[in-house]
């Protein structure tokens, strides 16, 4: 294990809080949910250096939403999310010299995350093999594991929720089952979710190998993280509960988490409500002024009633939500203890006085005279000595190759040669 190579005293008095300051993490391969691991290492203050081939570098940069012209080299909105605060060096670890200058930047870094399906490096295999008995401890990131029948598989995000039964035990009630495949399933938050286990699992390898002889080694499964979340699922193999059934019955509502959840557009946005139980129907039916039509026993008279007449009553609520501003009826609700939430758009988030209270967006400069506002840390942190972790602040996106100098030429006082070479050869 690297020695950490520039820690922050444990006297100093700075107001700025970094707990993971002194950490040098180095990151290898193009993924969403491997970034995203690195991103969150990085916002706690360690060093992470990103790896991305020359040329083109990590073909997230190409991935929208655009900022700017296409085709300027410009980083995009998703790639300076999961990437700002990091240092980008290029090389081309597919070539001997290339990929010898990364086992020597590995062995001077504390961790090495890497997802290995998109990247080949044999001194990466090395570090997995445990070959280097002085290494940085390893994470590696794929969807189905480096060991067991499926390892090294190839997948997406996609692929494994589905492999894994999360998608399925996601999937709406449909009116034909049999012909209505579970499709549809988490989009990009799938990988973000993978990407919190990866800062989790990472922060367990940095503390694993403190004062250690032998470095650790993370074999991080997309589907088992997605599996891990099967909870009532497994409950339910075990013939604990009814078994979750995907058929919906005519005239039927939805039914989310054993109730009732209706959609009812407002003047100003909509909400979703759950009064599932009759003391919880009765407040709502006070939140909504007690209509005439809620006195009709045959219409919503006991739970098993509203769920028969769902429909009528989703027609109804909604003649009364469209004439409400959204919030007032939250609040409303809320006050009567009634399960309710308004359906939030990015506008009214980026509005939203709570999260502007808590620094919760940063700004993320995007190197072409943009900016746009990106989710900082979810949590505030404070330590004994009263230095806070910094939020709400603006963030770069790390232009292609900036680091090689510092990192590569001057970090290691490359010969001529060296220097040459890699220059020559484009692996830079």
Same mark, same amino acid.
């Given at each position: 294990?690297?020695? @950490?190579?520039?820690?922050?005293?444990?006297?100093?008095?700075?107001?700025?809080?970094?707990?993971?300051?002194?950490?040098?993490?180095?990151?290898?391969?193009?993924?969403?949910?491997?970034?995203?691991?690195?991103?969150?290492?990085?916002?706690?203050?360690? #060093?992470?250096?990103?790896?991305?081939?020359?040329?083109?570098?990590?073909?997230?940069?190409?991935?929208?939403?655009?900022?700017?012209?296409?085709?300027?080299?410009?980083?995009?909105?998703?790639?300076?999310?999961?990437?700002?605060?990091?240092?980008?060096?290029?090389?081309?670890?597919?070539?001997?010299?290339?990929?010898?200058?990364?086992?020597?930047?590995?062995?001077?870094?504390?961790?090495?995350?890497?997802?290995?399906?998109?990247?080949?490096?044999?001194?990466?295999?090395?570090?997995?093999?445990?070959?280097?008995?002085?290494?940085?401890?390893?994470?590696?990131? &794929?969807?189905?594991?480096?060991?067991?029948?499926?390892?090294?598989?190839?997948?997406?995000?996609?692929?494994?929720?589905?492999?894994?039964?999360?998608?399925?035990?996601?999937?709406?009630?449909?009116?034909?089952?049999?012909?209505?495949?579970?499709?549809?399933?988490?989009?990009?938050?799938?990988?973000?979710?993978?990407?919190?286990?990866?800062?989790?699992?990472?922060?367990?390898?940095? #503390?694993?190998?403190?004062?250690?002889?032998?470095?650790?080694? *993370?074999?991080?499964?997309?589907?088992?993280?997605?599996?891990?979340?099967?909870?009532?699922?497994?409950?339910?193999?075990?013939?604990?509960?009814?078994?979750?059934?995907?058929?919906?019955?005519?005239?039927?509502?939805?039914?989310?988490?054993?109730?009732?959840?209706?959609?009812?557009?407002?003047?100003?946005?909509?909400?979703?409500?759950?009064?599932? #139980?009759?003391?919880?129907?009765?407040?709502?039916?006070?939140?909504?002024?007690?209509?005439?039509?809620?006195?009709?026993?045959?219409?919503?008279?006991?739970?098993?009633?509203?769920?028969? @007449?769902?429909?009528?009553?989703?027609?109804?609520?909604?003649?009364?939500?469209?004439?409400?501003?959204?919030?007032?009826?939250?609040?409303?609700?809320?006050?009567?203890?009634?399960?309710?939430?308004?359906?939030?758009?990015?506008?009214?988030?980026?509005?939203?006085?709570?999260?502007?209270?808590?620094?919760?967006?940063?700004?993320?400069?995007?190197?072409?005279?943009? &900016?746009?506002?990106?989710?900082?840390?979810?949590?505030?942190?404070?330590?004994?000595?009263?230095?806070?972790?910094?939020?709400?602040?603006?963030?770069?996106?790390?232009?292609?190759?900036?680091?090689?100098?510092?990192?590569?030429?001057?970090?290691?006082?490359?010969?001529?040669?060296?220097? #040459? &070479?890699? *220059?020559?050869?484009?692996?830079?």
């Amino acid at each position: 294990m690297a020695e @950490n190579r520039s820690a922050a005293s444990s006297g100093s008095t700075a107001a700025k809080l970094q707990p993971l300051a002194g950490i040098r993490v180095l990151e290898v391969g193009s993924d969403m949910a491997l970034s995203f691991g690195g991103r969150l290492l990085s916002d706690l203050g360690a #060093e992470v250096i990103k790896v991305e081939p020359p040329g083109g570098g990590d073909p997230l940069r190409h991935e929208g939403p655009l900022v700017g012209e296409p085709g300027t080299g410009e980083a995009t909105a998703l790639f300076g999310y999961l990437n700002a605060g990091k240092r980008s060096i290029t090389l081309d670890c597919t070539r001997a010299s290339g990929d010898d200058m990364l086992s020597r930047i590995a062995n001077k870094c504390d961790l090495v995350l890497w997802a290995p399906r998109d990247t080949s490096s044999s001194s990466l295999e090395a570090l997995l093999l445990g070959a280097d008995g002085d290494s940085p401890a390893l994470l590696t990131v &794929t969807p189905y594991g480096m060991q067991g029948t499926d390892a090294r598989r190839p997948g997406t995000p996609f692929i494994v929720q589905h492999s894994s039964g999360f998608a399925f035990h996601q999937a709406a009630p449909v009116t034909d089952p049999e012909n209505t495949p579970p499709v549809a399933c988490a989009d990009r938050e799938a990988a973000l979710t993978v990407g919190l286990v990866v800062g989790i699992s990472a922060l367990w390898a940095i #503390e694993a190998a403190r004062g250690s002889n032998s470095a650790p080694l *993370v074999d991080l499964s997309a589907e088992d993280v997605f599996a891990y979340m099967l909870v009532e699922p497994y409950a339910e193999a075990n013939g604990e509960h009814a078994r979750y059934n995907r058929q919906r019955e005519p005239g039927s509502g939805t039914a989310v988490v054993g109730g009732l959840v209706w959609y009812l557009p407002c003047a100003d946005g909509a909400i979703l409500v759950s009064p599932r #139980e009759d003391h919880q129907w009765a407040n709502w039916v006070h939140v909504m002024g007690s209509p005439d039509w809620a006195k009709d026993p045959e219409l919503c008279g006991s739970r098993p009633v509203r769920t028969k @007449n769902a429909e009528r009553l989703q027609e109804l609520m909604a003649e009364w939500s469209a004439t409400q501003a959204a919030n007032d009826v939250f609040v409303a609700a809320q006050e009567n203890r009634v399960a309710c939430f308004p359906l939030s758009s990015a506008d009214d988030l980026l509005a939203n006085p709570q999260l502007e209270h808590r620094r919760f967006f940063s700004s993320l400069d995007c190197g072409n005279g943009q &900016t746009v506002p990106i989710p900082g840390l979810p949590f505030h942190m404070r330590d004994g000595e009263g230095r806070v972790l910094e939020k709400g602040t603006t963030v770069q996106s790390p232009a292609l190759g900036e680091g090689n100098q510092k990192i590569i030429f001057d970090g290691f006082e490359l010969d001529d040669t060296w220097i #040459e &070479t890699l *220059v020559r050869y484009q692996l830079v």
